[in-house]
């Protein structure tokens, strides 16, 4: 069939908005009708050249939301007209991570999905004149339809609106899902987010789902400051403002009761820069601190700190799509959203059409969007 999508054709260029073919399911594989997809930093980041993964020309977006149309050969678990959201962590329950509970970093497609090609190793998208166009992230929700596992399908409820649970397909799920699986913060913590994007801004509602006492917001954007306190901010720092060195002011801010040392029990970096990574790290409290590294570096990028901050007790964590199962967890976070325990409307700040896709791309450079979403 023919479908229209926006085409990464080079790394550093605009996207090029185009009729496309798509093939249809083969056995296993579910054709979606996407209805909207949210335009992550990830995007940016692949697109930008950045990702070491980045192949091009490839069909980006990877937070999602549509209904099946068409399924393939064997496909038991979805149906057409079933509303899905895309995972580009999928989950088969059966591969050695499925089985070992111990992760939510399924295994079983990794390989082929990081080549931007189908488990049998074909794109089933090409252009007009039949040249291979690759799939990315194992979703390409940045066409009007997609080709997907059904193990990478995460089936939800009818009444969910589409242009606002598709941020259920990483931005909500990675922030809230850092705090409540990856962290397990408990009740009454003290914890400090670096980044209130469209990640940092979900930390901390899962902060305060979670129960923490003092949420530390740092962002060099002061323009953020109003939006993250909606969300659950009690303190907000812009490095550019403090005097002398950040990581000695946030332990100083988080001191209690008698601690003469400070530092908090829950760090998160939502930037993915390295230096800020660092300062996350070394943020934490002696003795028992976690910091989760929930942002993405670029290609060469390194973390580096003490290993002093390790020995005294600090722990380094890192997390992808929150720890959350999408299969299992998906369904439920959109639960959570039509029954009022988190919010997502405020933080979508911008909606788009399909041919100005590229207007989202300059929002997010000029920090003037959370998070903007493309409705088909
Ligand atoms: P975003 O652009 O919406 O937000 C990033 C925020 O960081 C901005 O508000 C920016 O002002 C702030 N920032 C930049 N440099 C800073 C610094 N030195 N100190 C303090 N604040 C700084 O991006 P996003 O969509 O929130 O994504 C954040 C990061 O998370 C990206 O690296 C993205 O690739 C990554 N990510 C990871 C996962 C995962 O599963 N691990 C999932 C989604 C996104
Ligand atoms: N391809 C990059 C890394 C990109 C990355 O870390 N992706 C995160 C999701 S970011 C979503 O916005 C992730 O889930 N990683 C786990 C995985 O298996 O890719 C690189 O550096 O090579
Ligand atoms: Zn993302």
Known sequence: MRTRAAVAT???????IMDVNLDGPKAGEVMVELKATGICHTDEFTLSGADPEGLFPAILGHEGAGVVVEVGEGVKSLKKGDHVIPLYTPECRECYSCQSGK??????????QGQGVMPDGTSRFTTTDGDPILHYMGCSTFSNHTVMPEIALAKIRDDAPFDKVCYIGCGVTTGIGAVINTAKVEIGSTAIVFGLGGIGLNVIQGLRLAGADM???????????????HFGMTHFVNPKEVEGDLVPYLTNLTKRRNDHIGGADYTFDATGNVQVMRAALESAHRGWGKSVIIGVAPAGAEIATRPFQLVTGRQWLGTAFGGAKGRTDVPKIVDWYMDGKIEIDPMITHTLKLDDINEGFDLMHAGKSIR???VY
């Open 215 to 229: 949420i530390i917001g740092v962002d060099v954007n002061p323009g953020k400051k109003a939006m993250a306190e």
């Open 103 to 112: 992760t939510n970093l399924c295994t079983s497609i990794r390989a082929t």
């Open 10 to 16: 080079a790394a550093g260029k605009p996207l090029e």
């Open 372 to 374: 903007s979403v493309v």
